[in-house]
């Protein structure tokens, strides 16, 4: 094997390796995370709480959808805005569909990293 293939092929690796440990540590596990939160019992997110922060959440109550941010952030803004959007077009699945509800979660973690211009595209400018 020459070695221009060589180091194309690690560089290939490295690459590989660094998506798939960015998509682990931002999307995959902060969304098992937030599904968990969503649907554990009240023990459950007590403990959780000890080791993570919930920065927003959003909430149905007779047809009306309430939005609470903990914490002031860009991030935080779209991704409750993503899931309003999800309520609004019933997207957003009960916690008895476990992947159905989590691939909610996946989707607001990509897509809040996603260029502004992009996202507003997609979700509209967030009204939150």
């Known amino acids: 094997m020459k070695k221009s293939n060589i180091l194309l092929l690690i560089s290939g690796i490295l690459l590989l390796g660094f998506l798939v440990f960015w998509a682990t540590t931002s999307i995959f596990i902060p969304a098992n995370v937030s599904y968990n939160l969503a649907c554990a019992s009240q023990e459950e997110i007590d403990i959780l709480l000890e080791s993570y922060v ?38 957003i699945y009960s916690c008895s569909h476990k ?20 996202y507003n595209l997609i979700y509209g400018e967030p009204e939150i």
């Open 54 to 91: 919930i920065e927003g959440s959003v909430e149905t109550k007779e047809d009306e959808i309430i939005v609470t941010i903990f914490v002031e952030d860009e991030d935080v803004i779209k991704h409750e805005w993503i899931h309003v959007k999800q309520l609004e077009s019933d997207r």
């Open 99 to 118: 992947i159905l509800r989590t691939m909610n979660e996946i989707e607001a973690y990509f897509m809040e990293d996603v260029p502004n211009p992009i």
